[in-house]
């Protein structure tokens, strides 16, 4: 039978809908007192009798790129900036825990965060946000030129003042939209020990580096309506279990000198941790290290064939051919796009053209949502295979979604996680 339905044209009696849940959200900032030279920055929040919404929460970086020899400043034309995603380049690894038990860990968050800005985002989202990330992509390979737009962008923030969401970098933070009560949250990051990843500059423009002056947590507490606070005390006195899963972020990437036929075993899994999404990318080794290499821009190495093997069965079942010299590369780039609005809420295109596809952002997805779920109790393995028109020196990026459940659980006094 159909279900009657009234327009709501026709609703005269209909009353506004007011939320009333929630008396207030506030921001509290945890920071830190040395950040340029601190090397493991630490972030504690031990509000034990708040509720927080890391979903919400967020770092805030200030300082300048200053020229190396004496920390003075640049002129406003010199050409000199963050690479695309810069300043999480500055890291080399982020860890967010929960009563001390690490819920994620993600190495080298700069290069999986640029990969999932590049799928993830928008230019409407990064038209407004992105001068608040230091995201703007290039639209010249290893260009300073005024028709590169992306660091044209970025270089006029030589001064920076940035804020930037956990759930740019943690997959926990985007994908657990929850409060949390009577738990220690940390978020820990090492810094990276070569920096000069997190800058591209002209050849005849002095060193640089990066001067952070301040780098802060901004947590948000939150304090319900008496209504939704005695809701909120009942599941924890009541003992009641909470599912939190979500979509871990892991990052991999390995050198190859010369090969023009890649086998390597990327890393095994087992049911639940399982992949979801994994995005390959390459990029030329001399763009390592140097300031005067663009390093957040990947190349297409020649590649001719591509395909993951995963659970001894071929991703695609028939391995993408593709030939960049003829700008074949119609079914990788449509499996690219086919990633559009599976998990994110920016639903107006991919940051990624074709034409970005065939020069400067070449990365190839690959959707295992639909691989069998009847996988050995043993662990699993996910090998990736290419095959290169020509050899070269070049390290392959892998960034990959995958399964993690939390659950958190009251004890009558305050909430509990349990890691599986």
Known sequence: MAT????????????PMVDTSVDSVEFYEIKLSNPDTDRNPRFTVDYTDQWVLPNEAYLQMTGEIVKAADDSSYAAADNVAFVNNGPLHLFERAIYKID????ETIEKPGEASLVTSLVDYSDDYVNSMGEQLMIAKDTKDNDTADTNTGFVKRKA???FDLCIPLSHIFGFARGVNKVFYGMTHTVELQKATNLDNAIFRKNDVDAARVKLTGLSLW??????SPESSAKLLKFISGKKEMQAPFQQVKYFDKAFDNNTDI????????????PRHVFVAFRKRDKENSQEQNNAIFDPCAVSDISLTVNGEIHPRFPYSVDFANSQVGRPYRDLLNYRGIDNKYDTGMLITKSDFLSRYPVYHFNLERMPEALNDSASNIQLRARLNAAGNYRVHVTMLSDRNLTFTGDGKKMNVNLR
């Open 263 to 274: 086998t390597w075993d990327i890393t095994q899994f087992s049911k639940t941790d399982r």
């Open 100 to 103: 001390n038990q690490a819920v």
């Open 219 to 224: 947590m948000p507490r939150v304090t319900p």
């Open 157 to 159: 923030h030589k001064n």
């Open 4 to 15: 009657k339905i009234t327009p709501e044209f026709l609703q005269l009696d209909e009353q």
